[in-house]
């Protein structure tokens, strides 16, 4: 029996997921296998767990896992369901890449996709779980696919050998046929229970005119105006970055302060809350009777010699009619002087934010103020934020490519799918009717693609190869993926395992069918399988295989925790906001510009490059025992350090357990490497990154001036660039191996070290 306070009781029968509890808990007996398909705040994730532990799965030594695609989601979940069901985070638990509070004593584990499919290697048929839910299956995350895929014969086999298990999929879209009518991946299709969604209507309006570049802007405005003219009710604000999140919520914060010059403490005070009300209702009234009124949705955000004024006119825009939101305008410009007489309580939101930050959306805004969360595609399904009555949509999203010819990565910011789009203005009818207010028009709305691809079919696909190897899945092609990855992403993958030695070469006899036939099906190797027991991609862990050599290992690993965590350094490089902020900015880069070259330090070392820069960086940070103040004063990003400090705990220990024999441990005062070592150092980043090579552009090929200190690559035209910030910007050696390309106002190496010809 669960002992819920009266509080959570109250909350809980507002969802409309506990109306089919009963439906639900007698699909899962009947069936292996249950599809669930609800609106995003239905309570599926809270609910669902809670469900099934009342009806006896985690009876015993069994439990119930739930893996999320967010380490986000797995964190806050977890937390919420132990404090729904007045249990310990011992027992109600979550475990993601780096952390966990899981025990002995765990009966409902949240855990990524990614923590999920590494137990599978260490056991196949996850004998301790009784049931486990893919949550957020609609986000087609590469490790969801692949689980979903690795389930479907799991749950049989499991139901085979008399140890019943069941699998959950859970869903925010209806769009679910790649699960149920995929016959490879279930042969009956499993039933899809469709919760009702107790959603209120949401009022979309979309804008005449689209603007094609500053819709911060726009969408600045267009806060400004909801907050200055609209009913209570919280606006949630979707951009498509970090940097973009930002900058707006300075901009917000700037123009509707809690007091008069001071947004930094804002949070932390406690208004008067009787006289900051009296203060709002009476503003309010003041602009509604002496204002002009003009519609919300039909303005011009950019200025009038910019765009084509009726590029998008008469082209089927919607206009909403019947809104209830005929607005008194004012004019632009007051927008933007700081009105500290109706406070606003604003709120960044997207996946690097730490996670004390983060959890401040779900509180309730401090008395008298309007809630307003700004942020990235994180609060489009994964995260419900109470009362959300406004919902302001870019109608963008910041996507990495990759190009599988060249190998190059880039951000883009490109248009969001329609589904995705609804999805963001779902947020706005959680608690009551609510509007949805798209920086786009209803042409430009029409043109989006109808729903967001597969993330398996848009990134390389060795990580996953090389796993599904380990599990003796030798013939990855005939996996039941939902989706299945293209053939020569496939075959890109085994080509770069075999040159990495992580798979057996295929054989080479036979007509050129059956070498395609063979190069899909190559056993992995004994290198491969100590390769696969690392939590980090084939290139890093082929490194970490390396490592032994001449003492190396505490170095390779801390590089190579480096190279895997997102942005070590802070960016600096971006624009300033004010004069104030730009010089201490200025300073920053001053500082953080001088400590790059202490840590690259000299000599041989400086061949090591960014990579020396980034041993150097760990190093110093850990010797002054990895501070938040250490890294503000050194332009180091504190939640990449604490990461990369988890990450080379980890990578020990792994290391340690293929080779006990090697004892390496994390030294807190690592000294430098040696000379000898640098060279050691550099032939291991060669092997993983050896398919990474490029040569500076020689004379006789410099068919451009632009191309001067350029390098070339042997898969594409184009030219490669060292970055103004790499430790090799002013040597330019001739030959360099790098992590990745970014693409960025130019084609950017990143991570680069120099490669001497033997
Ligand atoms: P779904 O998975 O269907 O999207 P959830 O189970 O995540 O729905 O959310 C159900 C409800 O629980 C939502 O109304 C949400 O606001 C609330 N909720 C979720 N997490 C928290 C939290 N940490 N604090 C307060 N309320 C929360
Ligand atoms: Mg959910």
Same mark, same amino acid.
């Given at each position: ?206 804008n005449?005119r689209t603007p094609l570049e500053d819709y911060t802007g726009e969408a600045?405005h267009k ?77 011009s955000a950019l200025p009038?010699?910019e765009g ?37 309580? =604003?709120?960044? %939101? ?9 959890? #401040? $959306?779900?509180?309730? +805004?401090? !008395?008298? &103020? ?24 870019c109608g963008r ?42 920086l786009y028009s209803?042409?430009v ?15 390389? =696909?060795?990580? %996953? ?9 030798? #013939? $990855?092609?005939?996996? +039941?993926? !939902?989706? &299945? ?274």
């Amino acid at each position: 029996p669960v002992d819920r306070s009266a509080e959570v009781q109250e909350a809980r029968l507002k969802l409309p997921v506990l109306a089919e509890e009963q439906v639900i808990m007698e699909a899962v007996r009947e069936n292996p296998f249950v599809v669930i398909c609800g609106e995003t705040g239905s309570g599926k994730t809270t609910q669902v767990p809670q469900f099934l532990y009342e009806a006896g799965y985690a009876t015993g030594s069994r439990i119930i896992g739930i893996t999320e695609p967010r380490r986000v989601a797995a964190v806050s979940m977890s937390h919420r369901v132990a404090k729904e069901m007045n249990l310990p985070t011992q027992v109600v638990s979550y475990q993601i890449r780096y952390e966990g509070n899981v025990t002995g004593d765990t009966k409902i584990k949240f855990m990524t996709d990614g923590v999920l499919l590494k137990e599978i290697q260490k056991d196949f048929l996850l004998q301790r779980y009784s049931v486990i839910i893919i949550d957020e299956a609609h986000e087609r995350s590469v490790y969801t696919d692949i689980l979903i895929g690795l389930l479907s014969r799991i749950v049989p086999l499991r139901n085979k050998k008399g140890m019943p298990m069941k699998l959950l999929i859970m869903s925010a879209t209806l769009r679910v046929e790649d699960f149920t009518e995929n016959q490879k991946l279930f042969r009956t299709p499993p039933p899809v229970i469709k919760v009702d969604a107790r959603q209120f209507p949401v009022t979309v309006h979309f804008n005449k005119r689209t603007p094609l570049e500053d819709y911060t802007g726009e969408a600045f405005h267009k806060t400004c105006k909801i907050h200055r003219m609209l009913p209570p009710g919280g606006i949630l604000v979707f951009l498509t970055g970090q940097a973009e999140v930002h900058s707006l919520c300075r901009r917000l914060r700037k123009a509707f302060p809690f007091r008069k010059g001071s947004t930094a403490a804002a949070e932390e005070e406690e208004a008067d809350t009787a006289e900051a009300m009296r203060k709002f209702k009476k503003a309010k009234q003041k602009k509604n009777v002496s204002l002009p009124r003009i519609d919300l949705d039909n303005y011009s955000a950019l200025p009038v010699d910019e765009g084509d004024e009726d590029r998008e006119a008469g082209i089927g825009d919607e206009e909403d009619g019947g809104s209830d939101l005929e607005l008194g305008d004012n004019p632009a410009d007051l927008e933007d002087k700081a009105d500290p007489s109706i406070p606003l309580y =604003v709120l960044p %939101l997207y996946s690097l934010l730490a996670p004390e930050q983060q959890a #401040k $959306v779900f509180r309730p +805004p401090p !008395p008298g &103020t309007r809630l307003c969360v700004i942020a990235t595609n994180v609060a489009e399904t994964s995260l419900t934020i109470p009362g959300i009555k406004y919902v302001v949509d870019c109608g963008r999203v910041k996507k990495r490519f990759y190009d599988r010819v060249t190998g190059v990565s880039s951000f883009k910011v490109t248009w969001t799918s329609q589904a995705s789009a609804n999805q963001r203005a779902g947020r706005a009818g959680r608690t009551e009717a609510g509007h949805c207010y798209r920086l786009y028009s209803s042409a430009v709305f029409g043109d989006f693609s109808q729903f967001s691809e597969a993330e398996i079919t848009r990134r390389p =696909v060795e990580d %996953l190869v090389l796993q599904m190897k380990d599990l003796n899945i030798d #013939k $990855v092609v005939n996996f +039941p993926f !939902p989706t &299945t990855p293209s053939t020569e992403a496939l075959i890109a993958a085994e080509e770069l395992l075999v040159s990495l030695g992580a798979l057996e070469e295929p054989s080479r006899s036979g007509r050129m069918k059956d070498l395609q036939r063979a190069k899909l099906s190559c056993p992995i190797s004994a290198l491969g399988r100590a390769m696969a027991s690392f939590p980090v991609a084939p290139r890093y862990a082929k490194m970490l295989a390396l490592g032994k050599q001449q003492d190396c290992l505490p170095y390779i690993i801390a590089v190579v925790s480096a190279m895997t965590v997102r942005e070590i350094f802070e960016d600096l490089d971006r624009p300033a906001r004010s004069d104030d902020e730009s010089s201490k900015l200025n300073q920053r880069r001053a500082r953080l510009a001088q400590m790059r070259r202490l840590w690259a330090g000299q000599g041989a070392s400086l061949l090591l490059g960014d990579l020396m820069v980034m041993l150097g960086a760990v190093g110093a940070c850990e010797f002054a025992g990895c501070t938040p103040k250490f890294c503000e004063e050194n332009g180091l990003r504190y939640k990449a350090v604490v990461e990369i400090r988890k990450l080379r705990g980890q990578l020990t220990n792994a290391v340690n357990a293929v080779c006990p024999d090697v004892g390496v441990f994390v030294d807190p005062k690592m000294t430098p490497p040696t000379e000898h070592q640098v060279v050691c150092l550099r032939q291991i980043v060669l092997a993983g990154l050896g398919d990474h090579l490029a040569r500076r552009i020689q004379a006789e090929d410099m068919l451009d001036p632009k191309w001067k200190n350029a390098y070339k690559t042997p898969l594409m035209d184009d030219p490669v660039f060292i970055h103004p910030n790499s430790a090799l910007f002013k040597t330019l050696p001739e030959f360099v191996v790098y992590q990745e390309i970014m693409e960025t106002s130019k084609m950017y190496m990143r991570g680069v070290s120099a490669v001497q010809p033997e």
